[in-house]
């Protein structure tokens, strides 16, 4: 994906979306007990819009989390070595647990964006007991040092 800046609001989300889904670790955080933070890092697909599906075990401590409080935050970066290399996408938003046609859908989205997961067979029986979660963020915001250090555009889907 290239370095410039977007000029609209279609461009920006068409710019997070193509960073989303050319990497594939999210570090999300969310709120555990007593609102203490805690971090994981998960895989995640993001076939479309900037809706990130990942799975998860229920005993997770984030999926705890989740099931008590479903805010998170998180990051989405690529590797730096240099500060103005350093570009990636902050969010704030939701996430849920999927259920019924929404979880079918959200597993063939992670399938399709980790096809090894087909093809290892205790990985799959395993993956395929755990719970599908979608993370619908509602604030994101792109970090782009290569424009100048601390460059930002922030997006409200």
Request: hydrophobic share 45%; aromatic share 8%.
């Amino acid at each position: 994906m290239g370095r410039g800046t977007a000029n609209t609001l279609n461009d920006l989300a068409e710019q997070l979306h193509a960073f989303l889904a050319e990497h594939a670790v999210l570090s999300l955080a969310t709120l555990g007990a007593e609102g203490r933070p805690q971090a994981a890092d998960v895989y995640y697909a993001c076939p479309a819009g900037l809706a990130l599906y990942f799975v998860s075990a229920a005993s997770s401590r984030h999926a705890a989390n989740l099931a008590r409080d479903p805010r998170v935050a998180g990051t989405v970066h690529a590797d730096a070595s240099a500060w103005r290399d350093i570009r990636g996408v902050q969010l704030e938003g939701t996430c849920r647990q999927l259920a019924g046609r929404q979880r079918a859908a959200g597993w063939a989205h992670y399938v399709a964006r980790f096809p090894f997961v087909l093809a290892d067979i205790t990985l799959l029986a395993a993956l395929k007991e755990m719970g599908v979660y979608c993370v619908t963020p509602d604030w994101l915001r792109w970090i782009d040092n290569s424009v100048g250090l601390g460059h930002h555009l922030e997006y409200r889907p």
